[in-house]
């Protein structure tokens, strides 16, 4: 009993500690603030910034309900297989929500038929082409902003 109270009073007091240096070292160091510093910042994590009217889409895009009817109404699932193009659900419910690794990854999103099938027969009206587009002009986004890292 006696060595965890001495435990917490250490922790106590490293706690304690740190407080007093990040209040001590808060007039001498300087924040830059804005938009160019925080896009700085999240750069290197591969983070890419969202539109207004890219948010509306990925709103609209997260109205899945993972029904499957979509899928069953693409044409290019009877000719390609899951592994090369997963389909219109995985991209509505999967893609949309999760798009930084997608430069990644094999799937080639331009084997969609762009027929808009899958448009037709949802019940949420989830806007699956103008999804898959999103996808694939955020994945040369990616592209563009690694190549650019890396040249750094």
Not at 112 to 127: G, I, W
Request: hydrophobic share 35%; proline share 7%; with cysteine.
């Amino acid at each position: 009993m006696r060595s965890s109270g001495f435990k917490k009073i250490v922790a106590i007091s490293n706690l304690a500690w740190c407080f007093v240096l990040h209040i001590l070292q808060k007039p001498f160091t300087r924040h830059r603030r804005g938009l160019k510093p925080f896009l700085d910042h999240y750069q290197k994590d591969g983070i890419l910034p969202l539109t207004l009217s890219d948010k509306h889409l990925l709103l609209r895009l997260s109205n899945c309900i993972n029904c499957g009817y979509c899928d069953t109404a693409c044409p290019a699932l009877l000719k390609i297989p899951r592994e090369k193009f997963p389909g219109p659900r995985f991209v509505a419910s999967t893609f949309s929500r999760s798009f930084h690794d997608l430069p990644f990854s094999d799937l080639d999103l331009s084997l969609c038929a762009e027929c808009s099938e899958c448009e037709k027969v949802c019940p949420t009206s989830v806007p699956i082409k103008e999804g898959i587009e999103f996808i694939q002009q955020k994945i040369a986004e990616q592209i563009k902003l690694s190549q650019i890292s890396l040249s750094e």
